[in-house]
T-cell receptor
Framework: DSGVTQTPKHLITATGQRVTLRCSPR?????VYWYQQSLDQGLQFLIQ???????AKGNILERFSAQQFPDLHSELNLSSLELGDSALYFC????????????FGPGTRLLVL | AQSVTQLDSQVPVFEEAPVELRCNYS??????LFWYVQYPNQGLQLLLK??????LVKGINGFEAEFNKSQTSFHLRKPSVHISDTAEYFC?????????????FGTGTRLKVLA
């Protein structure tokens, strides 16, 4: 158990819809990272937050957004969903700003029909 | 631009045999290197990391990796694998740009240990 929790575990929705994925980092960790894992593109870094502020952006689409709240949990919002957004979404937490060990959650499996 | 290449998408190996999973990177700046393992239906878990110091890094579960700057490689090795090592292995690099760290993961190598 990494200490990172993600909800929900599975999500099935339709094209055009909007979903919110939630991540709670390990106790004391200030950084949260979001990743998308798909069969054709592997593990892609989306975005990082540190202590409530956006720190780094990766290959995140404009339809996607994220935020980190004062209690350090983070949410990833995916809107105008397309079939290609079906993937496993991981969050990871880290104690500082990097480059330390990232602790990954179990992931949210999103299926867009 | 920085990149990570894991040349082998799948590696089958018999139990108790040695294994090497290859990772090469490309970067114009200094990097930090990591290996993560993903067991079926689980998140990634750190095996080992190289930040500085000795180029031979030992990790969990008997794995080790050697940072070779001249060959820009960070290959993962284990002298004797077990069935339980069957998993997907990801090499990752991180580097600083404009004061922040960015992470790039390789496409993964699926290790299949055969009885």
């Amino acid at each position: 158990d990494s200490g990172v929790t993600q909800t929900p575990k599975h999500l099935i929705t339709a094209t055009g819809q909007r979903v919110t994925l939630r991540c709670s980092p390990r106790s004391g960790d200030l950084s949260v990272y979001w990743y998308q894992q798909s069969l054709d593109q592997g593990l892609q870094f989306l975005i990082q937050y540190y202590n409530g502020e956006e720190r780094a952006k990766g290959n995140i689409l404009e339809r996607f957004s994220a935020q980190q709240f004062p209690d350090l949990h983070s949410e990833l919002n995916l809107s105008s969903l397309e079939l290609g957004d079906s993937a496993l979404y991981f969050c990871a937490s880290e104690g500082g700003r990097g480059p330390g060990t990232q602790y990954f959650g179990p992931g949210t499996r999103l299926l867009v029909l | 631009a920085q990149s990570v290449t894991q040349l082998d998408s799948q590696v089958p190996v018999f139990e108790e045999a040695p294994v090497e999973l290859r990772c090469n990177y490309s970067s114009s700046v200094s990097v930090y290197l990591f290996w993560y393992v993903q067991y079926p239906n689980q998140g990634l878990q750190l095996l080992l990391k190289y930040l500085s110091g000795s180029t031979l890094v030992k990790g969990i579960n008997g794995f080790e990796a050697e940072f070779n700057k001249s060959q820009t490689s960070f290959h993962l090795r284990k002298p004797s694998v077990h069935i339980s090592d069957t998993a997907e292995y990801f090499c990752a690099v991180t580097f600083t740009t404009s004061g922040t760290y960015k992470y790039i993961f390789g496409t993964g190598t699926r290790l299949k240990v055969l009885a």
